[in-house]
């Protein structure tokens, strides 16, 4: 009960902060919207001018065609392919700057033909110019000509929405994204432009390219004689780093254990001619681990009356004969199938589910 009041403003922190990160997203996702609807009315724009009047090139359709150009006919028919019918957001910003689109056409076209620039950017203001960002259209991390040095994306570039700071690409690191990650190295840098190139496979940080520029060796690698890093063969070592039925297989920079075939104990490898001894059941023969015949032995291994051999791979099978069945381990006849199909057949007629 005393807990209520904090719990109570904890919720209300979550509900804050999800709403704020609701309203930064929703200022990227508008200028999407808006620069999706410029884009199709663009696409809009081209497909209405292909549009032909049968064909001719009467002078007559020749007016018609220079009037058509500029209409209102055709801004309505570019209007009505600007959104899918089933995005809610494109279809409101439409509605919502169905005017400011009419003036575009009628008035500033000529003078502003880049419709984005001036729609979205300038005159609804849910985008701004490349390589900034933000209410105020501020420059991005690194300057808005190059930002975060084109070794990454900044936040929010181009919208009013984000926070300008760099996302920086693989292998790029720090808030401008001209520092090197582990695992690469400089090839080129100054105060704006940096060249990080990847390391050696073998090295965790380097100076060059080669497995002997490495600074120091990943795991999985030591350094050798002449200080480059070669590959540490784990394989080599006693113990041997598998289980008793597996073996080891060495690789570069790592090794893995793999099962051994099921007729070994033990295995250096692959197949049942690489076994250190013979699982039960199979017995060593021309350098490979074979089944042993149990049913073919000198002592009998199946010694009940009426029972069988049946050999198996690794093992054997003791069954009855023809006409007997086991029972608590040993072979009794065979009940006669007729009677019992007949007792079972009386079993069901006195069912008295049967008579319904
Ligand atoms: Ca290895």
């Given amino acids: 009960s005393e807990l209520r009041p904090l719990q109570l403003l904890s919720y209300l922190t979550v509900f804050l902060l999800v709403t704020l990160t609701d309203a930064k997203r929703d200022l990227k996702s508008a200028c999407l919207t808006c620069q999706q609807i410029t884009e199709n009315f663009n696409k809009g724009f081209e497909r209405t001018a292909k549009q032909n009047f049968g064909g001719g090139n009467t002078a007559w359709e020749e007016r018609k065609l220079s009037k058509y150009e500029t209409s209102e006919i055709r801004l309505m028919e570019i209007v009505e392919g600007l959104c899918e019918s089933s995005s809610f957001e494109c279809n409101h910003m439409v509605e919502e700057h169905e005017e400011q689109l009419e003036t575009w056409w009628f ?17 609804i203001k ?30 929010g570039d181009g919208t009013r929405g984000g926070d300008g700071k760099c996302s920086c690409n693989h292998g790029y690191t720090g808030e401008f994204c001209l520092d090197c990650t582990d695992g690469h190295f400089s090839a080129a840098r100054n105060d704006t432009f940096s060249l990080c190139t990847e390391c050696h496979t073998s090295c965790k940080t380097c100076t060059g390219a080669t497995n002997q520029d490495c600074h120091e060796c990943k795991e999985g690698w030591r350094e050798d004689d002449q200080e480059a890093c070669v590959d540490v063969d784990e394989c080599s070592g006693e113990p041997s780093p598998c289980r008793e039925d597996q073996y080891c297989l060495n690789a570069d920079g790592s090794y893995s254990c793999r099962a051994c075939d099921n007729v ?51 093992s054997y099978m003791c069954v009855c004969t023809g006409g007997y069945e086991e029972k608590d381990g040993k072979c009794v006849h065979t009940v006669p199938p007729v009677e019992e199909e007949n007792s079972e057949a009386s079993e069901v007629t006195s069912d008295p589910h049967g008579e319904l």
């Fill in 107 to 123: 008035k500033r076209k000529t003078k502003h033909p880049d419709l984005h620039k001036w729609f979205c950017i300038e005159t």
């Fill in 264 to 314: 070994c104990s033990g295995c250096t490898g692959a197949g049942a001619d690489r076994c250190q001894s013979c699982a039960g059941g199979y017995h060593r023969s021309e350098g490979t681990c074979a089944d042993v015949d149990e049913c073919s032995q000198s002592d009998p291994v199946c010694t009940e009356d009426n029972q069988k051999c049946i050999n198996t791979h690794g």
């Fill in 126 to 155: 849910v985008c701004c110019p490349k390589g900034t960002f933000g209410r105020d259209c501020n420059s991005c991390v690194g300057g808005s000509e190059r930002p975060c040095h084109g070794n990454g994306v900044c936040d």
